[in-house]
């Protein structure tokens, strides 16, 4: 089905090469997260997948046709949310789909009752279907995010990329954020593609990761294969002491992890 | 407005068909395949969408009928208009040759005098003066009244013309006015001054606003004399309140990260100004300079008009005289000037303001055939 096929992925700005030549293939209803550190590329990736910025050169296949530009089929998630401030939830939530209806419909807000449904639903799928009148602007980070969320899924994406989505958010919002996103993932079977730089939220939620390091990648595999030294290797030289803590030990100690994992990178 | 809620009531064709993402199919009546929860928050914002439909009504209406007040204030009940006079008084400004009356069958097709213009703007030198430059190229050069050399034989605005001296008084106006402006505008800051203090700035910029450059002109008239020169200073005086005012505005909506930084580093105010404020602003700034004085280059037409020179003065000559065929080659003198003023400024603030690598000014002039080219297909 929605099937991510990409192939010698390379993007240059100027001298810098933010991608280098990077392949994989992702098949469809995978979770799959993109590690690294700032400026490794992760962005760029999801902007190309997005089709937001165009390639220098190499090939994005997703559904078996080229990205050359947005589709709607592909919801993307921002790490600023991109959400307009000025409306509610509801209406930034509706306006996911406003690819399906015409401009004045849109505008007047004149969609069909199911499009209006799906925007309830969409938001109840994220947990804020008692804020859906409030103004976006006055919702905290994690509820704005929330409603990126939302508005992605209005979208009936087959495809859910996000970027970065809990960068900006406290440990606790940010793990809500990636709840939300999970389920929304499950319950629709949808193929995520979402980057991350925090290891252990990764690694509580990935079920497939992709390293990578100065644009090249440096690691692709499952859960099983996320070992410290696939970190160290992504990370590079860094302090990983203490970074992961065993599945079986218990949230008390995951939360410990936090701390370090945020006081390490 | 009103026909959205007759639109609620009524199924999409889409809807009846289709299985929702939960599995069931939706019938015509409220949300059925939807939960209660879905149900009530979904009535919630249709009484909310009702209010305020029939509180937008209730403005459009109060709109129309202040519009209708202003139209007859404005006399608009009253006109003696005339399609006719309109068209007849058009033929003063568009001069006709007519061609082909020896074609049987036809009475001939009007062309327009697109020559009487181009004399006329030869004549007096509108856009152009082939005196200046001449002896620049001439060998050995003489050396021997640099004033001359400089200002006459290279003169940069002079070689332009009638429009030399309008773009003069803009570009000059501008120059003078921009320190002052910013002066003004970074101390009518509320971030700046005090609250009732930086109301002493605003108020004074609010005040040379509220007269319009071409009652400055006349002002200045009586400091300088009647020309130019009256045109430029008051220019630039009302570049102090124009553009000071943007940059106020652009003041108030910078972010108070870099400010608040920079005052932990043991700043002093004008120091926290510059490195937390104004660097905040600086491409914005040139851009809104690069505006005004496009603004400015059209006021120096304007103020022309009062007998300051450029074009603004040939256009109130020509049609003192009632020759209304050259003021319309005058018109498109002031046409073509301010487009390329214009177009100028725009590109320039639009190659400010881009976040891509900038590129170099040979591929800017080099690479733009290829880049139209590249717009018309996209």
């Avoid at chain 1, 939300?180 to 509580?204: C, G, P």
């Avoid at chain 2, 018109?331 to 639009?350: D, G, P, T, Y």
Wanted: with cysteine; proline share 4%.
């Amino acid at each position: 089905m929605s099937q991510i096929v990409v192939d010698n992925l390379t993007k240059t700005y100027g001298d810098t090469v933010a991608l280098d030549e990077v392949s994989f293939t992702v098949p469809s209803g995978e979770f799959v997260i993109v590690l690294g550190v700032s400026g490794s590329g992760k962005s760029t990736l999801l902007r190309c997948l997005c089709g937001l910025t165009k390639p220098t050169a190499g090939d994005i296949n997703i559904d078996d046709r080229p990205m050359t530009q947005p589709r709607p089929e592909i919801a993307m998630i921002f790490q600023q949310h991109n959400i307009v401030g000025d409306m509610s939830a509801y209406s930034n939530a509706l306006s996911g789909g406003v690819n399906r209806a015409g401009f004045l419909k849109s505008i007047f807000q004149l969609q069909s009752k199911a499009e209006k449904q799906r925007a309830l639903e969409a938001l109840e799928t994220v947990g804020l279907l008692e804020e859906a009148e409030q103004k976006a602007r006055r919702m905290s980070g994690g509820q704005q995010q929330r409603v990126g969320i939302a508005r992605a899924l209005v979208q009936r994406p087959d495809v859910l990329l996000a970027d970065e989505p809990v960068a900006s958010l406290d440990p606790g919002s940010a793990q809500d954020v990636m709840h939300y996103l999970k389920d929304a993932s499950n319950e629709r079977d949808l193929t995520t593609f979402i980057s991350l730089h925090q290891v252990n939220i990764a690694r509580k939620f990935g079920q497939r990761f992709i390293g990578l390091h100065d644009g090249k990648k440096v690691f692709d595999g499952y859960r099983e294969d996320l070992t410290l030294e696939a970190v160290d290797t992504i990370y590079g030289d860094i302090d990983t002491d203490g970074m992961f803590v065993g599945d079986e030990q218990s949230e008390a100690d995951s939360s410990e992890s936090d701390r370090q994992t945020e006081a390490t990178l | 407005m009103s026909t959205h809620d007759e639109h609620e009531q009524e199924a999409e064709p889409e809807s009846g068909r289709e299985p929702e993402p939960d599995g069931g199919v939706k019938q015509s009546k409220p949300l059925e395949s939807a939960s209660a929860a879905i149900n009530e928050q979904f009535e919630s914002i249709k009484a909310t969408r009702r209010r305020r439909a029939v509180g937008w009504l209730g403005l459009i209406a109060g709109l129309a009928f202040l519009t209708a007040q202003g139209l007859v204030a404005a006399e608009f009940d009253d006109t003696d208009f005339g399609w006719a006079h309109f068209y007849s008084r058009l033929g003063d400004y568009f001069p006709t040759t007519t061609y082909f009356e020896f074609i049987p069958g036809i009475p001939g097709i009007p062309f327009l005098d697109v020559a009487t213009y181009w004399e006329f703007m030869v004549q007096l030198e509108l856009l152009y003066d082939p005196d200046i430059g001449g002896l620049i190229f001439q060998f050995p050069p003489n050396f021997s009244d640099i004033y001359a050399f400089f200002f006459q034989e290279m003169g940069m605005f002079a070689i332009f013309g009638e429009a030399g001296i309008t773009l003069a008084i803009g570009f000059v106006g501008t120059i003078f006015g921009f320190p002052l402006a910013l002066l003004f505008g970074v101390l009518g800051s509320e971030r700046v001054t005090r609250f009732p203090f930086n109301f002493i700035f605003r108020a004074t910029m609010s005040f040379i606003r509220a007269v319009p450059a071409i009652v400055w002109t006349l002002i200045f008239v009586a400091l300088v004399g009647l020309g130019a020169a009256a045109a430029t200073v008051a220019i630039a005086f009302n570049t102090i309140g124009n553009l000071g005012r943007l940059f106020v505005d652009e003041l108030e909506e910078i972010e108070d990260g870099p400010i608040e930084a920079m005052t932990t580093t043991g700043a002093n105010k004008p120091q926290i100004v510059v490195f937390g404020m104004l660097s905040q602003v600086r491409t914005s700034f040139i851009a809104w300079t690069l505006y005004i004085f496009e603004i400015n280059v059209r006021a120096a037409v304007t103020v022309g008009v009062v007998g300051a020179g450029g074009l603004g003065t040939v256009v109130v000559n020509q049609e003192n005289l009632r020759n209304f065929e050259n003021m319309m080659a005058t018109l498109i003198a002031i046409f073509i000037l301010i487009i390329l003023v214009e177009l100028f400024s725009q590109r320039l603030r639009a190659r400010l303001r881009s976040d891509e690598e900038r590129m170099s000014w040979r591929e800017l002039l080099f690479g733009f055939p290829k880049r139209f080219a590249d717009s018309m297909v996209r």
